[in-house]
């Protein structure tokens, strides 16, 4: 509706500058009509009042009228220059209008073309040329035809999406359910608290070669290692190491003791799968479409165990460019870690929320979202009542962007339990 608005207010702009021209135009046309009727009228009442000659009025009639006739003609000229200025000018505003509100008329022009034409616009938006670079060249991956992705082997999943209706939840608990009996356990000081996240997201894909969802079994990882999880996050493992994370949809950082990393080492496949399945819960689901769990293992990386790596099966159109992902699990986490919510796509409209016991609990939040006050933590956390909340409506946050909310025990709680296992 607003849009409609706008484009109503821009038509009427036009044809009153328009009507404005005409009425110039027409004002110059009457201009000659009487200067001449003046001269006439003037030569006729000399003729009848004065004593004068038909010959000399006749001659002083067309001495004036040259007179008038060379000035209109210096001023027909310069007339001329500024109608041809001004034409040009209305010329090139049509064909703007043109390309901004006909797409039709826009795809008639070359790739190449289009391209100056938006360097073009963003430098006369932004009147900077290093800030008209930097945009410009921010969009030049999404500005590349399907022929330039397929001849460019450098470019990269992220460099080729877009996800939109993004959102992640995390609930944090202290109590230990029977899922998790076989890890490492203390009655009286828990190495681990619990956490259930929830992430849904539209991802678009800008070509095939960016996506992930091109087959029917996608992957879901629980790194160990920090390190690990960032090279995966930014796709920069190679060989094999980057074969085992293909097509995978989501890592998360997986920080348990090494007693429990290997225990899930020591179990046979048909156990491992039952644990994981037991432990994380861990749900897929592409359009609408739940996944399957066809296999469990411990990944590596350089001959070292990197964490659990899950293939499931999903029935969902892999040719499609966009599809809807929805993403549900639980893990343990060891105390004074950091849960991390990483942005390495375009993202809209993210939200984000974290809710804890706060008797037990110290969650601390850092934003390195790149909107500023938005973000801040008196805009985005909650008082004293165990909740994080971010939400931008409307906004994009760019790569690499995120959150970290570093959870440690209740300084009175960790007291408490100390003072029971002495």
């Not at 010329?91 to 209008?97: A, C």
């Not at 920080?255 to 399945?277: S, W």
């Amino acid at each position: 509706m607003g849009e409609n608005t706008e484009k109503d207010k821009e038509l009427s702009n036009k044809m009153q500058r328009k009507m404005a021209r005409e009425n110039i135009n027409l004002g110059y046309v009457v201009l000659y009509i009487v200067v001449i009727l003046i001269v006439v009228v003037g030569e006729l009442l000399l003729f009848l009042f004065g004593d004068f000659s038909a010959g000399d009025l006749f001659k002083d009639a067309i001495g004036n009228l040259m007179g008038v006739l060379a000035a209109f003609l210096i001023f027909d000229i310069a007339h001329e220059k500024m109608s041809k200025d001004s034409y040009a000018s209305e010329v090139s505003e049509q064909i703007l209008d043109t390309l901004m509100y006909h797409r039709e008329a826009i795809d008639m022009y070359a790739a190449d073309q289009k391209k100056i034409f938006v360097k073009a616009f963003i430098e006369s938006i932004v009147k900077d040329p290093d800030g008209s670079d930097m945009i410009n060249n921010f969009l030049n991956h999404y500005l590349l035809t399907t022929k330039d992705f397929d001849s460019l082997s450098y470019i990269t999943e992220r460099d080729c999406r877009i996800r939109t209706g993004f959102s992640y939840r995390f609930v944090l608990e202290t109590n230990r359910t029977k899922a998790f009996g076989d890890l490492k356990s203390d009655p009286d000081d828990d190495p681990y608290f619990y956490v259930q996240e929830e992430l849904d997201y539209t991802v678009k894909y800008f070509t095939p070669k960016g996506s992930n969802l091109d087959s029917e079994y996608v992957k879901v990882a629980f790194v160990y290692d920090n390190a690990l999880l960032d090279l995966f996050f930014r796709e920069s493992a190679e060989g094999s190491d980057k074969e085992m994370m293909a097509n995978c949809i989501f890592r998360e950082n997986l920080d348990i003791d090494e007693i429990d990393r290997a225990y899930f080492k020591g179990l046979g496949q048909e156990e491992l799968t039952a644990a994981v399945k037991r432990m994380f819960r861990p749900c897929v689901r592409i359009d609408g479409i739940n996944g399957t769990i066809e296999k469990v293992e411990v990944g590596q990386v350089g001959g070292r165990d990197c964490g659990l790596v899950i293939t499931f099966r999903v029935g969902h159109d892999r040719m499609a460019m966009t599809h809807d992902v929805n993403i549900i699990f639980h893990m343990p986490k060891r105390w004074n870690t950091a849960l991390e919510v990483g942005l390495v796509e375009p993202t809209k409209n993210p939200r984000i929320s974290v809710s804890y016991n706060e008797d037990t609990m110290d969650v601390d939040m850092f934003s390195f979202l790149n909107k500023g006050e938005s973000t801040a933590y008196e805009n985005t956390a909650e008082g004293e009542n165990g909740v994080f909340s971010i939400s931008l409506n409307d906004e994009w946050v760019f790569p690499v962007s995120g959150v970290l909310f570093v959870v440690r025990k209740d300084a009175a709680a960790q007291a408490a339990a100390k003072e029971r296992h002495a």
